[in-house]
């Protein structure tokens, strides 16, 4: 699975160039079956999140390091307390 997000810091590209970008690189990957766009970080995170099981591997990339690595650990104690 592969979830694509797009933000406010498009680094002077126009609206949807970086998905399209992205996508176009994802063509032909035959790991990625099922491919997801978004729009904004945290919710690029959480759809990530929530599907993972035991044994997964997620890796995301992000723009906003410490707010990310915040929001990634309040996930991590939400489902710790769930």
Same mark, same amino acid.
């Given at each position: 699975?592969?979830? +694509?997000?797009?933000?406010?810091?498009?680094? /002077?590209?126009?609206? /949807? $160039?970086? !998905?399209?970008?992205?996508? #176009?690189?994802?063509?032909?990957?035959? =790991?990625?079956? =099922? !491919? &997801?766009? %978004?729009?904004?970080?945290?919710?690029?995170?959480? &759809?990530?999140?929530?599907? +993972?099981?035991? /044994?997964?591997?997620? +890796? %995301?990339?992000?723009? #906003?390091?410490? $707010?990310? +690595?915040? =929001? %990634?650990?309040?996930? %991590?104690?939400? &489902?710790?307390?769930?």
């Amino acid at each position: 699975m592969v979830v +694509l997000y797009q933000d406010q810091c498009q680094r /002077g590209r126009a609206d /949807g $160039e970086v !998905l399209a970008l992205l996508r #176009q690189g994802l063509k032909n990957a035959r =790991h990625a079956k =099922h !491919l &997801t766009e %978004i729009r904004g970080e945290f919710l690029a995170i959480d &759809t990530a999140l929530k599907d +993972l099981q035991a /044994g997964d591997l997620c +890796l %995301i990339l992000v723009d #906003q390091v410490e $707010e990310a +690595l915040a =929001h %990634i650990a309040r996930r %991590i104690a939400e &489902t710790k307390r769930a």
